[in-house]
């Protein structure tokens, strides 16, 4: 069957092959995948943990308050990359938005942290990313099935095509460059609006709670 061409190695082991084959094989098969998964969930997991909640917003965490937030983390992802699976039908696609999300979240802050990492801090970067998150989800995405909310010049409106399948909008702007340049400017932006205040103004170090400032002052 055309729509069953991911299923083409579970169903020649379960139809071509003896049954104590077709259980070992598909037991393998299924094994295989679990294993690939888990590992997956839990390494975004442990990289979400330490390199999020821990070096930006709670630096003091003890050992107990990160197993349990990596365990919080862990159901999040699972719950997540179960919505995927059910309703995303291409993995090249999946390829295509996390080379799109690391293009537009990601590089801006590699380039200023290699670059011109004085001119950068945490608050900086935390806005920017958010921002240019909440653009990038806003602008719409077909390989996920749903339609922009922000529509830029020459936006392709959804229709229905000549087999009743609905085609998603999608746009032509280059907008993923747009979202880039302005992570770019938000960071720079932010970091040098919160580096004048806490160096004009001492006393709203206590404020500093990301701690993005306080260490340079100490030295």
Not at 170 to 190: A, E, S, W, Y
Request: aromatic share 16%; with cysteine.
């Amino acid at each position: 069957v055309k729509d069953d061409y991911k299923l083409a190695v579970p169903l020649t082991l379960l139809y071509l092959t003896p049954p104590a084959v077709a259980f070992i094989g598909l037991g393998a098969v299924s094994a295989a995948v679990m294993s690939s998964t888990d590992s997956s969930i839990l390494g975004v997991s442990t990289m979400f943990t330490r390199n999020v909640f821990v070096n930006v917003f709670y630096q003091k965490a003890s050992d107990r308050v990160t197993v349990w937030f990596l365990r919080f983390t862990v159901v999040i992802n699972t719950i997540i990359a179960m919505l995927i699976a059910i309703f995303v039908k291409t993995v090249y696609g999946l390829y295509l938005i996390c080379s799109d999300l690391v293009f537009i979240l990601l590089f801006p802050h590699l380039v200023m942290v290699v670059h011109c990492p004085n001119r950068t801090n945490k608050y900086g970067m935390v806005l920017g990313f958010s921002i240019a998150l909440i653009l990038r989800v806003l602008s719409g995405e077909p390989v996920l099935k749903y339609n922009a909310i922000i529509k830029y010049y020459g936006y392709v409106e959804p229709y229905t095509d000549d087999y009743g399948d609905t085609v998603y909008g999608r746009q032509r702007f280059p907008f993923r460059n747009l979202i880039m340049g302005l992570n770019f400017v938000i960071t720079l932006i932010t970091t040098y609006i919160t580096q004048q205040l806490f160096r004009r103004y001492p006393s709203l170090l206590r404020y500093d709670f990301l701690e993005a400032e306080k260490w340079k002052h100490a030295c």
